[in-house]
């Protein structure tokens, strides 16, 4: 059972374009976080997100808690946006038993210049 | 200000052996965690603390104990090591156990463990 589903698994672009990434999930949650991973490297949050939608720099991300959905978006794509993008939600709360995080199994983006 | 310091970053074990993945954070976060990454998969939780003196078994908890005798300290310890424990190891935490959380996790550089 995938608790997070991400889409596409996979994703070239050409240097300068928009980029989408989807996360879907049917656990309910308190907050969701997009995650980036550069090749043989560590793990970076990128964004936490409970409702609505935020702006760093050229990432965007949106979260619609209704329809149990999230989306990243690169506007302006560049080689150095290449890495993998984890979508993980949180389920519950701290102290309770089950609590815990879900991830995604990454999104991985080359952008090509 | 450190953040998540894990050592060691690369480690090759015999079948049978033990050791000890060490996680230290200096930012007096009250949650801390393990988990295991492998090719095609997410991140699987294996265990957590939400404080000193607190842990409790994530998704993939068998092979593995914890210990939080500290805030700072979560180390994560391989009784006895098998192929299938072959994976890489990130430790994160965040500041505090409210349930909405206005926090990000914080990851360390991640433990590369190969299990011959």
């Known amino acids: 059972k995938n608790e997070v589903e991400q889409s596409p698994q996979n994703l070239t672009a050409q240097e300068g374009e928009f980029i989408t990434i989807n996360c879907s999930y049917s656990?309910?949650?308190?907050?969701l976080h997009w995650l980036q991973q550069h090749p043989g490297g560590g793990i970076v949050s990128l964004f936490m997100?409970?409702?609505g939608k935020k702006k760093h720099g050229r990432l965007i991300a949106t979260i619609n808690i209704q329809e149990k959905h999230s989306s990243l978006h690169i506007t302006a794509s560049h080689p150095r946006d290449s890495a993998v993008y984890i979508c993980?939600?949180?389920?519950?709360?701290?102290?309770?038993?089950?609590?815990?995080?879900?991830f995604g199994t990454g999104t991985s983006l080359t952008v090509i210049p | 200000n450190a953040g998540v310091t894990q050592t060691p970053k690369f480690q090759v074990l015999k079948t049978g052996q033990s050791m000890t993945l060490q996680c230290a954070q200096d930012?007096?976060?009250?949650?801390m965690s393990w988990y295991r990454q492998d090719p095609g998969m997410g991140l699987r939780l294996i265990h957590y603390s939400v404080g000193a003196g607190i842990t409790d078994q994530g998704e993939v908890p068998n092979g593995y104990n914890v210990s939080r005798s500290t805030t700072e300290d979560f180390p994560l310890r391989l009784l006895s090591a098998a192929p299938s424990q072959t994976s890489v190891y990130f430790c994160?935490?965040?500041?505090?156990?409210?349930?909405?959380?206005?926090?990000?996790?914080?990851f360390g550089a991640g433990s590369r463990l190969t299990v011959l």
């Open positions: 930012m007096n976060h009250e949650y």
């Open positions: 656990v309910g949650i308190s907050a």
């Open positions: 997100l409970s409702s």
């Open positions: 993980a939600v949180f389920h519950g709360r701290w102290r309770d038993t089950g609590n815990q995080f879900y």
């Open positions: 994160a935490s965040q500041p505090d156990y409210t349930a909405l959380g206005s926090n990000v996790l914080t």
